[in-house]
């Protein structure tokens, strides 16, 4: 009964090869993040989806692009690795906003991504 | 830009002592929030403290939030060895496409 679900885990992979992330949650909730970790902890966010439609787009190379097929999902692409993009990748879902505020967030476990 | 700045980066203390965090912002904010990190694992929501709050407990935990300082604290009484991990600090602004921005975190370490 797990509520924010990564898969996979750990991800080591080649300097120009592609990769996905997949996130489900089982909460209900209307948005979902991804987040980038670095190695310093700093937890930055990426992408927000509420309700399949993109909310959120930080500044991000394109080679990242997220993809919502309905709102318990929020799968991260990533084309052409590079060695800057080794780090954990969070997902996060919270709950239908009230009058516009943000509420707290589920964070899933994570996925390592080490590109070599 | 990075909203929230935590102080201390790290702080180790032994088991049963309290733990103070503090958190600094930069612009207006609707609620602050604190998350404890796990090594290994996701960000643990703790406490939620509104704009219009001073102060606010959960068991162990008590925030205090000054909004003419841009500042808040977390204190942790009676800390325990399972204590020991990053705790963050988020900040969510108003407007309708609002996201939480996270501060840098500080890093509990509790000696038995």
């Given amino acids: 009964d797990t509520a924010v679900s990564q898969t996979p885990k750990y991800l080591v992979t080649q300097m120009g090869n592609d990769k996905s992330i997949k996130c489900e949650q089982n909460l209900g909730h209307d948005t979902m993040y991804w987040y980038k970790q670095d190695s310093k902890k700093f937890l930055k966010i990426m992408f927000s989806y509420n309700n399949k439609e993109l909310i959120i787009n930080e500044t991000v190379p394109n080679r990242f692009s997220p993809k919502s097929p309905d709102k318990a999902h929020l799968n991260l692409h990533i084309n052409s690795l590079e060695l800057g993009d080794s780090a954990v990748y969070f997902c996060a879902s919270s709950p239908p906003w009230t009058s516009g505020r943000v509420t707290v967030q589920y964070f899933g476990p994570g996925t390592r991504l080490t590109v070599l | ?112």
């Fill in chain 2, 1 to 112: 830009s990075q909203q929230g700045e935590e102080d201390p980066q790290a702080l180790s203390i032994q088991e049963g002592e309290n733990a103070t965090m503090n958190c600094s912002y930069k612009t207006s904010i609707n609620n602050l929030q604190w998350y404890r990190q796990n090594s290994g694992r996701g960000l643990v929501h703790l406490i939620l403290i509104r704009s219009n709050e001073r102060e606010k407990h959960s068991g162990r935990l008590r925030v205090t939030l000054d909004t003419s300082k841009k500042s808040s604290s977390l204190l942790i009484t009676a800390s325990r060895a399972a204590d020991t991990a990053s705790y963050f600090c988020a900040t969510a602004g108003y407007s309708s496409a609002s996201k939480i921005i996270f501060g840098s975190g500080t890093r509990l370490s509790i000696r038995p």
